[in-house]
């Protein structure tokens, strides 16, 4: 099975960044398509960002686009969210989640990490 370990999220003031990171164990890493999720109290789960596994292109929910950015380096197994000019409505626990050969942006994540609290204060 495949093991996702996030690291990187904290605490940080309003407009400060976070650079978000997920380890895969995965020794055929490049042919998944890669999502950052989020969830905030009392909400559900929405992603955020993710990475097609097959041309590296990028999906990103309207709130976070010119912000944030989703990378991979497939050489690490490693997936990344550079966060910038965080705000408030950013706080939530952040989850890292890997879709085998995905078709789309939103479904097929079949194995997810841990998650890691991102605050941002005002």
């Known amino acids: 099975q495949v093991q996702l370990v996030e690291s990187g999220g904290g605490l940080v003031q309003a407009g400060g960044s976070l650079r978000l990171s997920c380890a895969a164990s995965?020794?055929?890493?490049?042919?998944?398509?890669m999502g950052w999720f989020r969830q905030a109290p009392g909400k559900e789960r929405a992603l955020v960002a993710a990475i097609n596994w097959s041309d590296d292109s990028t999906y990103y929910i309207g709130s976070v686009k010119g912000r944030f950015t989703i990378s991979r380096d497939n050489a690490k197994n490693t997936v990344y969210l550079q966060m910038n000019s965080l705000k408030p409505e950013d706080t939530a626990v952040y989850y890292c989640a890997a879709a085998w050969q995905a078709v789309g942006w939103r479904t097929g994540y079949d194995y997810w990490g841990q998650g890691t609290q991102v605050t941002v204060s005002s």
């Open positions: 995965a020794r055929t890493f490049r042919m998944y398509t």
